[in-house]
């Protein structure tokens, strides 16, 4: 025997019959080691889902939100969405979507992607969706994971990239055609000259009245319209692209007190017509050609007065956002607006909406161009009916002087 | 040493106790029960009604009967196996003492790992075993509400005493009627273990009050029904008989026993031979060796037994031994060592295997090899 015992051992009296009162506690307290670690490690879960700049979703196959991440937060207001249908959450509907790709990841039982645009809060968000299936029981998915990255802001800057590719492009073609066109325009110019000067000669030769009239007033009609093509020409040529070098400081301000002058006469035309004027008098310079900003500013101020038929008011503003170290000037009317799909052709060459014959679609192209030239940017804002604001953006120059 | 423990199962006790077995296994959250028992209990439907029993009670068993009477280490380690093999929650035995100590061993395996011979000893077990519901089928071996098990290790030839408060079973189920179906033979020697549990747990030298009212009780309720159960072994005697083994072994669970056990252990280990039937042989020897120390204690019993006092204690105490002498003869079992072990040479070792033996430490008197070697001659 290992160790003899003793009387005290028979008697036992620190020995009871041991029950599982210990082995619950140690179990107890395993348990309750256990809960923490869980619960720590679905807080850390919890932290990485909420770190995720994307709005997760896991939704039930019945349409309804169990939980949702953090991110759901900063694009969508209001309380926690569980237990709601997620198309009433998502989209402010009563019922399913028709394309759902929770519906279809559920009916494949594989992933499913899908873009949309969807009005959140009164403002347009574009949204790439991805459902995947998880949580199997027999094969069945469970719930759906659902993914919404908000794009809005790539797809805004993807499209003023494509756009701008496109501008460049056209601009180049146009350019080049002008060049092209340029030379026998030129030469016709020169011959109906030459016609004019030979006619003077020929006039009293001619016994017909009538006949020499007729010759005065075509040779004259083909100058004219020479002249405008020539114009054009001008116009499009400005589209190629060219150095800072000859830019030199313009003020801003005294850009639109010269458009103003310019348009001086024809604003008696539209005794219906007020411009307002917000200068900001500390505005910094920017660089530039004086002519050409000119002749944007020109632009802008000329279509606001068309847009507005009768009565009206046009407000010109320039602003400095010195977190943008950028400049701008503002050209806001009251007038007919311009409808949202005519909003991206705008600055195409050769698209008016203008009437047959008053205006030729260059306009806005050029300034697109010229601003373009200037390293800056030309935006619109327009709710039809209710007037549009054009806003030019250009670089400060440095801190060397403010206009006065 | 003053300060006393008393420590018993819950009992229940009574013809039809039987019943409740599945109930009781069912209150400490059985719902797969380890069965053991022996094919006597099975051949007298004693298990099949068990089984029944249990299924009353929506519980599932596995049963296990593969024991022999002085239950053996490697029986353990298998049943053992077994009970976790079959994810088993509580520990059943119906028999005598052979399945309940093998019940025992085994639930202390199953919930400790191990073999039995780390056990071995007092208060080594470090771990709760599982419940353990008992139902004696003998009154005598007293296994269902001892703190001890013997185990018997094949190798060494010895019989292991593990003694350990977390081997008092949780519920002792004690119906007489299972002891119905007994032989007469069985009856007797229960009896007589009995009786030998309640006189040297009376005289252990860490008897107490408590314990001592039971061990006179026991011995008085023995003396006047076993004759009776002989003659008429009707419930209402094996009750009387049921009784005394269960007070018996509460006091002897307690002040454990004392030299004719240290022998008793010592032949069964060498023998195999049964438990029961060596005590007539041994405890009248051991109580003459023994009176020198508690002449008074022994004279109580020879009260009980004669059912008189005489002069002295020492004269109430000798006369009552040769009642007992007398008793025993009447009994119809063998009342001679010689009859026991036909081989003298053997005594001497199988009295030093009984010096160590645990139930020697509370012998009311110390006794040498060469005491235990003289006793075995006179009772030769």
């Known amino acids: 025997m290992p160790n003899k015992p003793s009387l005290e051992d028979i008697v036992g009296i620190g020995h009871s019959k041991l029950g599982f009162f210990k082995e619950l506690q140690h179990k107890i307290e395993e348990l309750n080691r256990s809960n923490m670690e869980l619960m720590r490690q679905r807080k850390h879960v919890q932290a990485i889902v909420d770190g995720i700049a994307d709005i997760v979703a896991v939704i039930s196959t019945d349409y309804r939100i169990r939980s949702v991440n953090h991110s759901y937060y900063d694009i969508y207001s209001g309380d926690n969405p569980a237990g709601r249908h997620c198309y009433a959450v ?18 494949a039982n594989a992933v499913r992607r899908q873009s949309a645009i969807v009005s959140v809060n009164g403002e347009n968000r574009h949204f790439e969706i991805t459902a995947s299936p998880f949580g199997q029981t027999d094969g069945l998915p469970g719930e759906i994971i659902v993914v919404k990255r908000d794009v809005t802001r790539e797809k805004e800057l993807r499209a003023k990239y494509y756009h701008a590719e496109k501008m460049a492009t056209i601009g180049l073609l146009a350019a080049g055609v002008a060049h092209e066109i340029n030379n026998p325009l030129t030469a016709i110019q020169g011959f109906t000259d030459g016609l004019r000067r030979r006619m003077e000669k020929l006039a009293p030769h001619i016994p017909d009245e009538t006949v020499k009239a007729d010759f005065n007033e075509y040779l004259a009609i083909i100058r004219d319209e020479c002249r405008r093509c020539s114009d054009i020409v001008r116009s499009l040529l400005t589209f190629s692209p060219r150095s800072s070098a000859e830019f030199s400081r313009v003020a801003l301000n005294r850009v639109i007190d010269n458009v103003l002058r310019i348009i001086q006469n024809r604003l008696k035309q539209q005794p219906g017509l007020r411009i307002d004027l917000a200068l900001d008098e500390n505005l910094p310079m920017v660089n530039g050609l004086p002519e050409e900003l000119t002749q944007v500013i020109l632009n802008l101020v000329l279509n606001a007065m068309d847009a507005i038929a009768d009565q009206g008011t046009i407000t010109l503003r320039t602003v400095f956002t ?22 991206s052709k705008l600055f195409e060459p050769f698209y008016t909406t203008k009437p047959v014959g008053k205006g030729t679609g260059i306009g806005l192209s050029t300034c697109y161009h010229i601003i373009g030239a200037h390293g800056g940017e030309i935006a619109v804002e327009s709710t039809p009916g209710a007037g549009s604001v054009f806003r030019v953006s250009l670089p400060a120059a440095e801190e060397s002087a403010r206009e006065s | 040493m003053d300060v006393r423990k008393f420590a018993v199962p819950e009992i229940l006790f009574g013809a039809g106790s039987l019943e409740y077995a599945g109930l009781c296994a069912r209150r400490f959250g059985a719902e797969k029960v380890f069965l053991v028992s022996d094919t006597g209990l099975e051949q007298a439907g004693w298990v099949g009604q068990v089984l029944e029993i249990l299924k009353a009670q929506d519980l599932d068993w596995h049963y296990f009967n593969e024991i022999t009477s002085n239950p053996r280490d ?7 196996r077994r009970y976790l093999e079959a994810g088993c929650d509580v520990v059943m035995a119906i028999g005598g003492g052979s399945p309940m100590d093998a019940a025992k061993g085994i639930a202390m395996l199953a919930s400790s790992g191990g073999r039995v011979q780390d056990y071995e000893g007092a208060n080594r077990i470090q771990r709760p075993l599982p419940p353990m519901v008992f139902i004696p089928s003998n009154a005598g071996s007293g296994a269902d509400i001892s703190q001890f098990a013997i185990i018997t290790d094949v190798e060494r030839q010895v019989k292991m005493s593990i003694i350990s408060r977390t081997l008092v079973p949780n519920i002792s189920v004690i119906d007489p009627r299972v002891l119905t179906t007994k032989p007469a033979d069985l009856i007797v020697s229960s009896a007589i273990d009995a009786l030998s549990h309640a006189i040297e747990s009376y005289v252990s030298n860490i008897a107490s009050t408590l314990t001592e009212i039971h061990s006179l009780k026991a011995v008085d309720l023995i003396m006047t029904w076993l004759p009776c159960a002989i003659e008429q072994p009707g419930l209402e005697n094996l009750e009387k008989l049921s009784t005394a083994s269960t007070l018996a072994a509460m006091a002897f669970s307690n002040t454990s026993l004392g ?18 039937l060596i005590h007539p042989v041994l405890l009248p020897p051991v109580m003459r060796f023994n009176m020198a120390a508690c002449p008074a204690k022994m004279a109580d019993i020879g009260q009980i037994v004669l059912g008189k006092r005489l002069d002295t204690h020492e004269a109430t105490a000798l006369a009552g031994i040769e009642k007992l002498e007398a008793f025993f003869a009447g ?27 645990v139930c020697l430490l509370t012998n009311p008197r110390d006794a040498t090899v060469a005491d235990m070697l003289n006793i075995c001659k006179e009772a030769w």
């Open chain 1, 90 to 107: 998502f989209r402010g509907r009563n019922r399913p979507c028709e394309q759902c790709a929770l519906k279809d990841a559920l009916e």
């Open chain 1, 322 to 343: 010195p977190e943008k170290n950028s400049v701008s000037v503002e050209v806001a009317d009251t007038g007919c607006g311009i409808a949202p799909e005519k909003r």
């Open chain 2, 74 to 80: 490697f029986q353990i380690v298998e049943g053992a």
């Open chain 2, 259 to 276: 030299m004719d056990h240290a022998l008793a252990h010592s032949l069964g280990g060498k023998l195999d031979i049964a438990h029961g």
């Open chain 2, 331 to 357: 009994l119809n079992v063998s009342t001679r060592l010689g009859q026991i072990i036909g081989d003298k040479q053997s005594l001497e070792k199988l009295c030093r295997m009984a010096a160590r033996d």
